[in-house]
């Protein structure tokens, strides 16, 4: 039986292993949706302000690290492009979270994972009364 059982254990730690590695795909998307998102918000401003200026204007525009001299008009084209670019990579990579995610959610309805502190079910999710409501909310919070 012990052989059962070691195939068994290293079975399990296969799928918990497994599992980790589906999670941390998810969390490097997330991130990187989030640094996409940053850049969006950059290249908008960036455009808005480059609107108002002179279109003949020195500017300069760091390109692989190297920072280059370049015009307004010459600079304003690419940005556009640019954010054009990140707006549809954005949605490419948002779609690819949720894929990641039903896949998560799959595999943990599969294997029948359950995840620490996580509420099962809706009774669980609403607290008795408001005292035990309050301190739940306030759990994650740093009260001075």
């Known amino acids: 039986m012990s052989n059962e059982a070691a195939k068994a254990q290293i079975a399990q730690e296969k799928i918990v292993a497994q599992f980790q590695q589906l999670r941390n795909e ?7 949706l989030n640094t996409l998102e940053m ?10 302000t480059l609107n108002a200026v002179d279109p003949d204007r020195k500017c300069f525009r760091l390109i692989g690290g190297v920072l280059c001299e370049r015009t307004v008009k010459d600079v304003l084209p690419q940005l556009v492009e640019n ?3 990140i ?7 948002t779609a690819d979270l949720s894929k990641k995610g039903v ?3 799959k595999f943990k309805e599969e294997h029948n994972i359950k995840i620490r502190g996580e509420q099962i079910g809706t009774d669980a ?15 994650n919070v740093l009260v001075s």
């Open 125 to 139: 999710a609403k607290p008795a009364d408001t005292e035990n409501a309050s301190k739940s909310e306030n759990r």
């Open 39 to 48: 850049d969006l918000r950059e290249h908008k401003t960036v455009i808005e």
């Open 103 to 105: 896949e998560l959610n």
């Open 26 to 32: 998810q969390r490097n998307l997330a991130n990187s």
């Open 87 to 93: 707006a549809k990579t954005i949605a490419t990579v």
């Open 83 to 85: 954010k054009e670019f």
